[in-house]
């Protein structure tokens, strides 16, 4: 009889949480891998591209070059991080670009530069791929694919277990909160205490805070709609010029812990949030060239409408600032505010290289609403791309397309609406989603069935995909030991549909292959264990299964979730295509060897952008 057919019997016969493996081996404790098919051979089943054969939906898939390209990754971030190698510190050029502009469009997955390239022109994202390098291999290397962690992927050139961000929202043990990822109390917000924001919770510097030690003139400028995006990629220099839309005051806006830009005012005159009062977001595209508007499965537009157009109404109407942030009008909103502060900061004017970075956050809060396969996405990223062309024509004519280097990415892809792929898919997809309170509802009755329910205590502290904290009050209480409510948790996970696999979190620290395991996922899961901020239970659901109710959303380890574009333009780097498989963590010591900076301690690697001339081989 196993442990989970006797429920939390053998009281303080395992070891604690971390303990030898060897307990795991003669337990008979299966490590809650609730799928038939083994993930990894699932995964290797679905190799059909980036395409299904059906509804443009995106299929995940490990293919056999990209499984070797994720071994020769690895052994790339053992090799950086066990030597301390600073392989960034090669020259990519002698030639120091004057700014840096590093656009990360939220939510933008990496087969959209594919799929909508024939809604664009040729000024924007079709220039870039055309002009500059680029990547169509570009996948993160960890499950907890949020905004949060993704932007501070991008400029720290690591994963949460190093640079700590391990989701939106998490609990840390140290400072016994539970923390939003930029929350800090201590650097309010308009003078609100209530509400502060800092980088406070972030474990490493960004390119810009290393740039700005080595040359303290070099400045810093970082735009989003979101704060966490504006926040994360800018780092901890409080010499940052750091603003985000305040959905209170309706304003760009920054902390306390940032100097105030002297036009802080200034570019909310010139760039009201009023000017868009009565537009309505007209449909651009064919609809021969479109997906079908309108699918019942998608969420409505701010004010209830859900046909194109799209009417963002008035300021005082309730929806108005929803609707300007999930429509296209935001995007201008943002680069014209971007553009007023290239102005006014003389972004690119002397010898001194600027970082500036952009969060277009208007992608994520529209994909979160009408999904990956909707008219809207196709029709907002027409826009998007109209506007990139009119920044790139300007920031030609104010800088020079050889002064400076761009950037542009995203922080995470995203998966179909389960309930979309179900319904019009042509082949049977196993999809759905799991309700959060019905989870913890789930959770906390079979572990009470199991280990014994006391009043007023819960098994669970908190959990925030893909980790689970349980409560060591309750554990302690017990007198169970940790790592067998850990254990019993994982066999309570495996019996919910739509979980693919849980592990105690101590046991993929420890490096293991666990039975249906690939050891890419193993180094996935591992690169979001930061020790103050991980729970002691990770796991995943299966593919195309979403927690939570938003239409759309990510937060997994599959494909359309870690795939992400990654281009480059400029600063005298040549046209062509990136070989091989990339990582959005790699743009940090690539932008850092074009900077002349030293890096250290960082999972990403430096790409090759420009090829070095070839030596004359000595005989
Ligand atoms: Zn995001």
């Known amino acids: 009889m196993n442990l989970f057919e006797q429920g939390c019997g053998g009281r303080g016969t395992r070891t604690p949480t971390g303990g030898s493996p060897a307990v795991f081996k003669t337990a008979a404790i299966p490590l809650c891998d609730s799928s038939d098919i083994a993930l990894d051979r699932l995964l290797r089943k679905a190799k059909l591209g980036h395409f299904s054969h059906f509804c443009n939906t995106y299929l995940p898939h490990f293919s056999d070059s990209i499984m070797l390209l994720r071994s020769l990754c690895i052994f790339m971030l053992v090799f950086l991080i066990g030597t301390n190698c600073v392989l960034a510190q090669k020259k990519q050029s002698s030639k120091v670009p004057k700014a840096i502009f590093v656009l990360s469009f939220d939510q933008m997955r990496g087969d959209f530069t594919e799929r909508f390239s024939h809604n664009w022109g040729s000024k924007g994202f079709n220039r870039i791929m055309k002009e500059g390098s680029s990547s169509p291999l570009c996948y993160f290397n960890h499950i907890s694919n949020m905004t949060c962690p993704g932007h501070a992927i991008i400029l720290t050139g690591s994963y949460p277990s190093l640079n700590g961000i391990v989701s939106n929202d998490f609990f840390d043990t140290k400072l016994w909160c539970t923390c939003y990822c930029t929350e800090d109390k201590k650097h309010p917000v308009n003078g609100n205490s209530n509400i502060g924001r800092s980088p406070d919770l972030l474990k490493?510097?960004?390119?810009?805070?290393?740039?700005?030690?080595?040359?303290?003139?070099?400045?810093?400028?970082?735009?989003?709609?979101?704060?966490?995006?504006?926040?994360?990629?800018?780092?901890?220099?409080?010499?940052?010029?750091?603003?985000?839309?305040?959905?209170?005051?309706?304003?760009?806006?920054?902390?306390?812990?940032?100097?105030?830009?002297?036009?802080?005012?200034?570019?909310?005159?010139?760039?009201?949030?009023?000017?868009?009062?009565?537009?309505?977001?007209?449909?651009?595209?064919?609809?021969?060239?479109?997906?079908?508007?309108?699918?019942?499965?998608?969420?409505?537009?701010?004010?209830?409408?859900?046909?194109?157009?799209?009417?963002?109404?008035?300021?005082?109407?309730?929806?108005?600032?929803?609707?300007?942030?999930?429509?296209?009008?935001?995007?201008?909103?943002?680069?014209?505010?971007?553009?007023?502060?290239?102005?006014?900061?003389?972004?690119?004017?002397?010898?001194?290289?600027?970082?500036?970075?952009?969060?277009?956050?208007?992608?994520?809060?529209?994909?979160?609403?009408?999904?990956?396969?909707?008219?809207?996405?196709?029709?907002?990223?027409?826009?998007?791309?109209?506007?990139?062309?009119?920044?790139?024509?300007?920031?030609?004519?104010?800088?020079?397309?050889?002064?400076?280097?761009?950037?542009?990415?995203?922080?995470?892809?995203?998966?179909?609406?389960?309930?979309?792929?179900?319904?019009?898919?042509?082949?049977?997809?196993?999809?759905?989603?799991?309700?959060?309170?019905?989870?913890?509802?789930?959770?906390?009755?079979?572990?009470?069935?199991?280990?014994?329910?006391?009043?007023?205590?819960?098994?669970?502290?908190?959990?925030?995909?893909?980790?689970?904290?349980?409560?060591?009050?309750?554990?302690?209480?017990?007198?169970?030991?940790?790592?067998?409510?850990?254990?019993?948790?994982?066999?309570?996970?495996?019996?919910?549909?739509?979980?693919?696999?849980?592990?105690?979190?101590?046991?993929?620290?420890?490096?293991?292959?666990?039975?249906?395991?690939?050891?890419?996922?193993?180094?996935?899961?591992?690169?979001?264990?930061h020790p103050d901020r991980t729970g002691e239970v990770m796991f995943m659901v299966k593919p195309y299964w979403l927690i939570g109710s938003k239409p759309a959303s990510h937060g997994t380890g599959y494909d359309y979730d870690t795939h992400v574009p990654l281009m480059f333009l400029g600063g005298g780097i040549p046209a062509g295509q990136i070989q091989g498989k990339t990582d959005p963590a790699d743009i940090m010591p690539t932008l850092a060897s074009i900077l002349n900076i030293k890096v250290q301690h960082r999972h990403g690697k430096r790409l090759e952008l420009i090829k070095a001339p070839l030596k004359n081989k000595k005989k």
């Open 204 to 529: 490493q510097s960004t390119l810009g805070d290393l740039l700005q030690k080595q040359q303290p003139k070099s400045k810093g400028l970082s735009f989003a709609i979101k704060d966490r995006a504006a926040i994360l990629m800018a780092g901890k220099s409080k010499a940052n010029a750091v603003l985000w839309f305040d959905w209170k005051s309706r304003v760009f806006t920054t902390s306390s812990y940032y100097t105030q830009p002297t036009w802080i005012d200034d570019v909310n005159k010139s760039v009201p949030y009023s000017a868009y009062a009565g537009k309505k977001w007209n449909a651009i595209l064919a609809d021969s060239e479109t997906a079908v508007d309108s699918m019942d499965v998608e969420g409505n537009f701010p004010g209830g409408d859900f046909m194109f157009p799209h009417d963002l109404g008035f300021p005082g109407q309730e929806q108005y600032t929803e609707a300007l942030m999930t429509s296209p009008y935001s995007i201008s909103y943002l680069f014209d505010a971007v553009k007023f502060a290239i102005n006014r900061e003389s972004i690119g004017k002397d010898e001194f290289p600027d970082i500036i970075s952009i969060g277009i956050s208007t992608t994520d809060l529209a994909g979160h609403l009408f999904g990956p396969d909707s008219r809207e996405i196709q029709e907002l990223y027409a826009h998007a791309d109209s506007i990139l062309g009119t920044f790139i024509d300007h920031l030609d004519a104010k800088i020079g397309r050889n002064n400076y280097v761009m950037v542009i990415t995203s922080d995470h892809g995203v998966a179909p609406i389960p309930e979309y792929i179900t319904k019009f898919g042509k082949l049977p997809v196993d999809a759905g989603r799991i309700q959060e309170k019905t989870l913890m509802e789930t959770l906390e009755k079979e572990l009470g069935k199991r280990c014994g329910q006391k009043e007023n205590m819960t098994w669970i502290k908190y959990i925030e995909p893909p980790s689970i904290f349980l409560n060591d009050t309750t554990v302690l209480s017990s007198g169970f030991e940790m790592s067998m409510i850990a254990d019993t948790l994982c066999a309570v996970l495996s019996t919910i549909d739509g979980i693919a696999q849980a592990a105690p979190t101590a046991i993929i620290q420890q490096g293991r292959i666990l039975p249906g395991w690939s050891k890419e996922l193993l180094e996935m899961y591992r690169n979001d264990i």
